[in-house]
């Protein structure tokens, strides 16, 4: 069964940090990974996706890692700001069609 | 394009009674799944649906159901509502085994 562990549960920098959320798995047959962003009391937005026969992706300031011999995914976000501070998510696909989330990483920009 | 739709965004029921949730995919993605978003257990994984057959379902109650039409348009059922259930029901669609996107969920508040 597909264990998702996220760290921290909490993270709070200035403004212009650069930094890097934590994300890993127990079940290295992973066939993606996806990285959402959650605003309180709204839906997830989705931030990027990691396919198994890949090892990154990058959107903007962001950049996701993924290494499946260590379960493990990184999430950086490059040069912070106040309006990126949200409930960051990820969430592991084993190809059963069922996402398997971790509990998330709150983070707050401070400007 | 317009995203997963959700309705209605807020319900208050009674304990005991019954509800029912509504999704509308993405245009062309034939594949809607359905989480419960709680703060004590997080996302957890209720179904999934494709071309009208549920594919895999999550451990719950069979007081959750669900279905898809022939539109892909998904709805989920509640009933004997416990106040346990109350929750942020979340509605997600996909092409195939890809990205993921979510809807801005339901919130159900039983009373």
């Known amino acids: 069964k597909q264990e998702v562990t996220q760290i921290p549960a909490a993270l709070s920098v200035p403004e212009g940090e650069n930094l890097v959320l934590n994300c890993s798995f127990t079940?290295?047959?992973?066939?993606?990974l996806q990285w959402f962003r959650q605003d309180p009391g709204k839906g997830l937005t989705s931030l990027l996706l990691i396919q198994s026969s890949q090892r990154e992706q990058t959107s903007g300031r962001l950049n996701a890692s993924l290494d499946k011999s260590s379960g493990r995914s990184t999430l950086y976000i490059a040069a912070s700001q106040p309006g990126d501070s949200a409930t960051y998510l990820c969430a592991g696909d084993t190809g059963r069609r069922a996402l398997t989330f971790g509990s998330g990483t709150r983070l707050q920009v401070q400007p | 394009k317009a995203g997963v739709t959700q309705t209605p965004r807020y319900l208050i029921k009674t304990r005991g009674q019954q509800v029912t949730l509504s999704c509308s995919p993405i245009s062309g993605h034939r594949s809607v799944s359905w989480y419960q978003q709680t703060p004590g257990q997080g996302l957890q994984f209720l179904f999934e649906?494709?071309?009208?057959?549920?594919?895999n379902k999550g451990n719950f109650p069979g007081r959750f159901s669900g279905r898809q039409f022939s539109n892909s348009r998904s709805e989920m059922n509640v009933s004997t509502l416990e106040l346990g259930d109350s929750a942020l029901y979340l509605c997600a669609s996909r092409r195939g085994s890809t990205e993921a996107f979510f809807g801005q969920g339901t919130r159900l508040t039983v009373v």
């Open positions: 079940d290295s047959a992973i066939y993606n």
């Open positions: 649906y494709f071309s009208e057959t549920q594919r």
